[in-house]
């Protein structure tokens, strides 16, 4: 499994905007500490892989990246990395808050992934901080 090269893998990468739990999703789903994890918007800067093996799928590599609603001049660049992240992704995973749901931004890349065809999953985060009425 180590010896499988990146463009062997199945692409797995996680969207979303600033501060909704993506690094904390990648850090739950590898069962490590792979993405600095902080409550200052922003604190992922370039995306982060994590090659493993997932079965029965077999081998991956989850990648984490920046929030799509970055401001500012770094803040373009960190949205231009994950837009190519986008282009070589495989399966795309749009991480959302409990409190605020999809957002225009999330709507912008759920059409780009829809665009190009690749097949996506929604997580809805930080439930517990929200106040739900479940019917």
Partial sequence: MQNTPRSNRLHIAIFGKRNVGKS?????LTNQDIA????????????VYKAM????????????TAGLD???????LRIKKTIEVLNKT?????????????T????????????KKIPMVGV???VALSYFVWI
Wanted: net charge negative; aromatic share 2%.
């Fill in 70 to 76: 970055d401001e500012g001049v770094l803040g373009s």
């Fill in 53 to 64: 093996e997932i079965l029965p799928i077999g081998p991956a590599v989850i990648i984490d």
């Fill in 90 to 102: 495989e399966l795309a995973v749009i991480v959302v808050t409990a409190s605020e749901g999809i």
């Fill in 124 to 126: 809805i985060n930080k």
């Fill in 104 to 115: 225009t931004f999330d709507e912008e890349m759920i059409a780009k992934i829809k665009e």
């Fill in 36 to 47: 600095l994890v902080s409550d200052v918007a922003g604190t992922t800067t370039d995306p």
């Fill in 24 to 28: 904390s999703l990648i850090n739950v």
